[in-house]
């Protein structure tokens, strides 16, 4: 048994044993579980794909005349600015203004808020365009100029739905080719498209939020931010399989860290034709080893974890709740999986690599002693389920 | 006497300068093109047929990298860039002849083996952040 201040101790003197949740499986295989747990400190975690609900809230400063900005536009983007004068949020799905969406589909989607976001913390210049009526204490009426992400007072990302716990596997059983956030789907099952970096993804490593909750200090694309809240959607009642891992979506994560600390090249801007813009992103989770049952939760492997498979031609837009099949991730990530007696591509909207990549950069920080763990200050919910929309016919 | 299919790929700066015609008049060459795009103050590219002496290819081809043009003997116009790509594989059910592939399922890392690909595009349309372009 260890608490976190012992770890943080460790951790502090550079002593900490760091591994990341895919080192840890043969390490437990080898050492057994007490022993591993006696030794190792901190399993990370990690993740990277498109994360639609991010966004950001910047500030501008004020000019001279003073503005309040009631509409904006950054790179033709339009910001949110029914908030506090020279504040504007910007969203990782919103288009740029003029877009033709999909009009003549399915459309490009070319640029929009997460290629803004992007440009933002590549440290590229953007444009923007403000306008407001004009009151006496904010005169002026219209803003035009250039910034960069060090002209910002603030630029706060805030993404209320991350890492979802686990994720739909999709597959299209028309005749035809269907674009969708899983990317486009051939017609009679051809291909398969999932997201999740299984067995080194943050709440697969921790199914029951033992110690992944509001306050945790989480890696979001390089800066060192926190769990703010259970993530919109969080629905932990779901099915489980025997080892807690949720078969189906089940929880997510609220998110924040400052922007200016990040690392562009965890920050990008996607285009999914046929659907829309959005932001891919990368997140790490440190996992204190508290005890030898926090242990065996990071041991969970990628043949252990199923994804539900849907059709996302019929039963995803319908909402009726069929699952074709459920597959693991070892049998996904072979890039070729039999279902329903028929050989399908698989093909991924989230990135291993990426994912892996960021578990060894985490453990690194925390080696060196430059990534301390914090002790959640509330747990998630683990009993919640999912409400759908009722759409009410007598509106009174 | 030898014929060589090059690719010649042109930075911005570059497509001003009379390089064909140096190419003639200087190494000695024949020059027979097959596409074309050269517009200014943009980047530009010329597919074409060099015959001439292995000896006077090697020199011409040396003189057109002296401005800082690419010289590709694969003349593929796809280019897949490895520092836009993130590995996602979602473009790797779309590619038909496995050009673009998972190198290793360990890691899940993705390779892109330019002498196989036809140019279909499949790999442009599918990419969500443009790591695939075509010159063409």
Redesign the interface.
Known sequence: MKSYEQINDKIVSGKAVVLTAEEIIDYVDRKGLEEAAREVDVVTTAT???MCSSGCFLNFGHSQPRMRITQAWIDGVPAYSGVAAVDAYLGATELRQGDPANTYYPGEFRFGGGHVIEKLVAGQSLELHGLSYGTDDYPRREVRTTFTIRDLNQAIMVNPRNCYQNYNVAVNSSDRPIYTYL??L?PGM????YSSAGQLSPLLNDPLYETIGIGTRVWLAGAQGHVYAEGTQHSPTCERGANDVPTEGAGTLALTANMKEMRPQFV??????GYGV?L?LGVGIPIPILNPQVLKRTTVRDRDILAPVIDYATDYPNRTGKVLARLSYEEL???EVTVLGKKV??????????A?EIAGILADEIRRGDFLLARPLRALPVQQVFRGLKIREDRR | MSTKRLLLYFPKSETEKPIVYHLVKDYDLVINIFRAKVTPEEFGYLVLDVTGSEENIARGMDFVRTFHVQVDEAQKGVRWDLGKCTMCTNCIPHCPTKALHVADRATMEVAFASQLCVECLSCLENCPYGACSSIF
């Open positions: 990277f794909g498109a990317g486009q051939k051809q291909n398969l498209s990008r801007g996607a285009s999914l034709r959005s891919s990530k072979r890039g591509e698989a093909g991924a909207m989230s990135s291993y690599a990426k892996r």
